[in-house]
């Protein structure tokens, strides 16, 4: 039996590219909540939200919120909210163990359930969750910014209703669009409420940048950003143009999830060294194994969507598998 740490120290490090910004002088906001910020415009329109840090590593997400801030957005309708949501774990991070402040007590993002927010579970990330809810009930879109484990190109999460991959395709980039149900251990808070109720105009996307410390994640999550404001109405393309990346936008490709790959122990294995977006030809291929048990793909050209063994433990997803889908 394996511990995480060895499980951890036989992967690959990646080097801190970028600057952790200081978001200690974004504590004292104007909505009641700390670490959140909203500017109204004055003028009908939708509330928007981009929150950054979910996990407390994905530092892409900081780095876009705090520009953000910086720039004094005035939105030309309705109102942007920006915010830090597991501010406790990214004050944590330690480039000695990078993968350790993902979180405090447990993962923020699979707490988003009436059950879990109204229970009598406490946790770091509950406190705060249950403090940044308010907020979030307001909202009618928004952008949860997120980074990965491993190099690998940047996704949208769209989640599994047709309103969040049309959402995906208003905002146009990056290329892949990941359409899934999320996990098994927990709601994400792109399907919390509004955002997972197809009858609901709320609508919310989550964008993997990339690996968290790398120059690209940090310029995927302003570039993303930039799009979904410009996607939602709120603010004019020119306004943004110092922030957006100068690349051409290219067509979107997505895929479905139809299942995760879930360990139960420490001594799970990938079969290769998958970074994601594998397309693996034929169907009953190992991609992993656990002891004596096989993971083998369910079909033909089966995509591996975000592997990694990085926060692996019992009942932790390892990767997802899926299917490209023609639009
Ligand atoms: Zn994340």
Request: glycine share 8%; aromatic share 6%; net charge negative.
């Amino acid at each position: 039996m394996k511990t995480l740490e060895q499980v951890r120290a036989a992967l690959k490090q990646y080097p801190v590219e970028v600057a952790f910004p200081d978001i200690a002088k974004w504590q004292h906001g104007n909505t009641g909540v700390d670490y959140v910020h909203s500017i109204d415009s004055g003028v009908a329109g939708p509330h928007v939200m981009i929150l950054a840090l979910m996990h407390g590593n994905e530092v892409s997400g900081a780095i876009t919120v705090d520009r953000l801030l910086q720039a004094g957005l005035k939105p030309v309708k309705g109102r942007i909210t920006l915010g830090f949501a597991n501010v406790d774990a990214y004050r944590r991070f330690d480039a000695r163990d990078p993968d350790a402040t993902r979180y405090v007590d447990e993962d923020m993002n699979r707490v988003w359930s009436p059950a879990r927010l109204d229970g009598a579970d406490d946790s770091v990330e509950l406190r705060r969750a249950r403090q940044l809810r308010p907020v979030i009930d307001t909202v009618d879109y928004m952008l949860d910014l997120h980074s990965m484990h491993e190099e690998a190109v940047p996704l949208i999460v769209s989640g599994p209703l047709d309103k969040g991959i049309r959402f995906a395709a208003e905002v146009g980039a990056p290329e892949h669009v990941i359409v899934d149900v999320g996990h098994p251990n927990g709601v994400r808070m792109r399907d919390y409420g509004g955002f997972g109720d197809p009858a609901s105009a709320k609508n919310a996307l989550l964008i993997e940048t990339g690996q968290h410390f790398s120059a690209r994640s940090r310029d995927v999550a302003m570039d993303s950003a930039c799009r979904f404001l410009i996607a939602t109405g709120v603010m004019e393309r020119a306004a943004l143009m110092a922030f957006m990346s100068a690349g051409e936008t290219v067509a979107q490709r997505v895929i479905k999830v139809t299942e995760p790959v879930v360990a139960t122990s420490y001594d799970l294995e990938f079969a290769e060294d998958y970074r994601g977006m594998e397309i693996i030809a034929q169907a009953g291929t190992v991609i992993a194994r656990e002891g004596e048990r096989e993971f083998v793909t369910p079909y033909d050209n089966c995509v591996i969507v975000m592997p990694s063994l990085r926060q692996l433990g019992p009942g932790v997803t390892v990767a997802r598998l899926g299917q490209v889908v023609i639009c």
